[in-house]
């Protein structure tokens, strides 16, 4: 069965502490690794996906790294509006199967 | 706005009665699919439908729930006889075709709060 653990459940950081975010998963078949932030009373919003280990992506303040056992979320000089649940989703390849398998999110909270 | 639409964005219901909830997937996305977020919970995968085919309704409960995505019109997520337990935020989800270096990228709505009294 695919899992995907992501830790801290919670962290608190102090505007421009730079911090690390993780998400180690076991699957069979990675087909690709997503990213998303979300906000309270919205919906999931896309930030990255990875496909393959070493692959890193950048925006902003943020970069996603990838291994074949985990991926980091690193945030780099924090702003009080980067807070919000980060969501790690892996996809598997199996075929037709396009399903998302979520962790159940690393909560951050960056204090001004 | 071009990005997934889902309505009502919140919605209350008594036991028993039905939730309807609707998804109109991104510009040019034929992919759709369906998540539950129940409370203090990650997100669940239901169920994944192309335009009048359901390709994998793995997540779905076997009961009171169906799902369509029809040639016209948006997607349909369907609760009969909606209970307690079925209170949660809904949310939709899009992508485009297969293929290419973004054809597996998901974006989702806003979701649909369902709260049953």
């Known amino acids: 069965e695919d899992q995907v653990t992501q830790s801290p459940e919670a962290l608190r950081l102090q505007e421009g502490e730079s911090s690390s975010l993780n998400c180690s998963y076991t699957?069979?078949?990675?087909?690709?690794l997503f990213w998303y932030r979300q906000d309270p009373g919205k919906g999931p919003e896309f930030l990255f996906t990875?496909?393959?280990a070493g692959e890193e992506k950048e925006k902003e303040r943020l970069k996603a790294t990838l291994t074949k056992k985990e991926s980091f979320l690193h945030i780099t000089a924090p702003k009080p509006e980067d807070s919000a649940t980060y969501l790690c989703?892996?996809?598997?390849?199996?075929?037709?199967?396009?399903?998302?398998?979520f962790g159940s999110g690393t909560q951050l909270t960056v204090l001004p | 706005n071009a990005g997934v639409m889902q309505n009502p964005r919140h919605l209350v219901r008594r036991r028993g009665q039905e939730a309807r909830l609707r998804c109109s997937p991104m510009?040019?996305?034929?992919?759709v699919y369906w998540y539950r977020q129940l409370p203090e919970e990650g997100l669940k995968f239901m169920v994944y439908l192309q335009k009048e085919n359901i390709i994998d309704e793995s997540g779905m409960p076997k009961e009171r729930f169906s799902a369509e995505f029809p040639k016209e019109g948006p997607s349909i997520l369907r609760i009969q006889q909606v209970v307690r337990g079925d209170s949660a935020a809904y949310f939709c989800?899009?992508?485009?075709?297969?293929?290419?270096?973004?054809?597996?990228?998901?974006?989702f709505g806003e979701g649909s709060w369902l709260t049953v009294v």
């Open positions: 510009k040019g996305h034929s992919h």
């Open positions: 989800a899009s992508s485009p075709r297969t293929g290419g270096p973004t054809g597996n990228t998901i974006y």
């Open positions: 990875l496909y393959s």
């Open positions: 989703a892996v996809q598997v390849d199996t075929g037709s199967a396009r399903q998302l398998t």
């Open positions: 699957v069979s078949g990675l087909r690709g």
